[in-house]
């Protein structure tokens, strides 16, 4: 059985003949290939001046921010059933503050080990020789 035929308006019978450098032609297949588009769909969009949605994803194997995330993940069990048991009607008491103050800590002490690892980026893409400087609080101002 054959394919069946598209609409006459849905068909592209024009055909537009472009030159490109090898860089661009990478740089254009690259980003169709990003979006899950096809060169000719990812151009016809561009040229049209409809939005393009690029997807990227970043895989990192480093055993350090693998620890990281599972501290992260701990962290917010805790503060999860911390929540849960004053949503529940559950009294403010003396340990359950000194837990939030030790989520609390542990969240700014990964904070600062992310910075540390990565380098923080500031506005301009430089990086900094001091990690702590974009820091918005430390373990020490959050700890009681």
Do not use: W
């Amino acid at each position: 059985m054959a394919r069946p035929k598209k609409e006459k308006e849905l068909t592209h019978t024009h055909h537009l003949h472009l030159r490109l450098t090898d860089v661009e032609y990478e740089v254009v297949s690259e980003a169709a290939k990003q979006a899950n588009l096809t060169l000719s769909e990812y151009t016809r969009r561009q040229l049209a001046g409809r939005k393009v949605t690029v997807k990227y994803e970043i895989v990192a194997d480093v055993p350090e921010l693998k620890k990281l995330i599972a501290g992260f993940g701990k962290t917010g069990s805790n503060l999860n059933q911390i929540a849960h048991h004053l949503n529940q009607g559950g009294a403010l008491t003396e340990e359950t503050l000194k837990s939030i103050r030790q989520c609390m800590a542990e969240i700014y002490e990964m904070k600062y080990e992310v910075v540390k690892m990565a380098g923080s980026f500031s506005t301009a893409g430089q990086q900094t020789n001091n990690p702590e400087r974009n820091l918005n609080g430390s373990i020490e101002t959050h700890s009681r």
